[in-house]
């Protein structure tokens, strides 16, 4: 295996479940990867499509588990959200189908959105429909966003997972699930944000100053956060702890640069 290629990125962009931890539990070797990475001269983003909780969220997170985390290490397809609303839709009246996390996340942005934290709204039409991994889901949300989306209003959603990973080999229904029963019942299909969208990439590497070649996608689902990478031009490292097995890395058309067991197996590379 060529390991020049991995060893002369200067950033490493983690997904978090299923690559890092799952639930509460924190993975082998994860911590002391994220812990040694400056002594190796790399930097850090910890980079999900979860869109339920907010990026201060997940600093509090990170951090109870044990991680080392500061602000500008978090980047979530709900900061990527508020930032193409902003630059692509401003001052359109957004309906937001979202946890309160992110109604908030968005509010920080300056989207301009037309219902309060629970989904309810006195609108009949808006310009924008965004829908998140949205844990606190009620059938309200829904209706208002088919109804939305019949009278012509665009779809954005942060992310296209179809399940988020769970201990004991369980799953939730995630926000690309959510997408497919509006879009079965509205007809309009939506723009997802969030990974693998090469925006996420692109707008880091504008942030970092670090080019894209230069930037690595660590993470457990190949149409996600290997995708990503493979878009955006950066390098990719599949690690086996999460939704992909070595047969469905095997079968992948568009393989990743390297496949490994775990996060434990890269920091002994990078060492």
Known sequence: MMMDKLRNCELFLFDMDGTLYLGDNVYDGAIALMEDLPRLGKQYIYLTNNSSRAGTDYINRLRRLGFPCESENV???????????????????????????????????????????????????????????DTEL??????????????????????????????????????????????????????YIG???????????????????KICAVGDRLYTDIAVAQNAGSVSVLVLSGETDQQMADAAERKPDYVLPSVKELHELLK
Request: glycine share 8%; hydrophobic share 40%; with cysteine.
């Open 75 to 133: 980047f979530t397809s709900g900061m990527a959200t508020g930032m193409y609303l902003t630059q692509n839709y401003p001052g359109a009246r957004v309906y937001l189908a979202g946890t309160k996390a992110f109604y908030r996340e968005l509010k920080s942005y300056g989207v301009r959105l037309v219902n309060d934290e629970n989904g309810h709204t006195a609108c009949d039409t808006v310009d924008v429909v965004v829908q998140g991994f």
């Open 138 to 191: 009620v059938y309200e949300k829904l209706e208002r966003a088919v109804h939305f989306l019949r009278r012509g209003a665009k779809f954005i959603a942060a992310n296209p997972d179809w399940v988020c990973p769970m201990p004991a080999d369980e799953v939730l229904p995630d926000c690309g699930s959510i997408c497919a029963l509006l879009t079965a019942s509205s007809g309009v299909r939506p723009e």
């Open 195 to 213: 990974k693998p969208n090469r925006n996420m990439i692109d707008v880091i590497s504008k942030m970092t100053g670090i080019p894209n070649e």
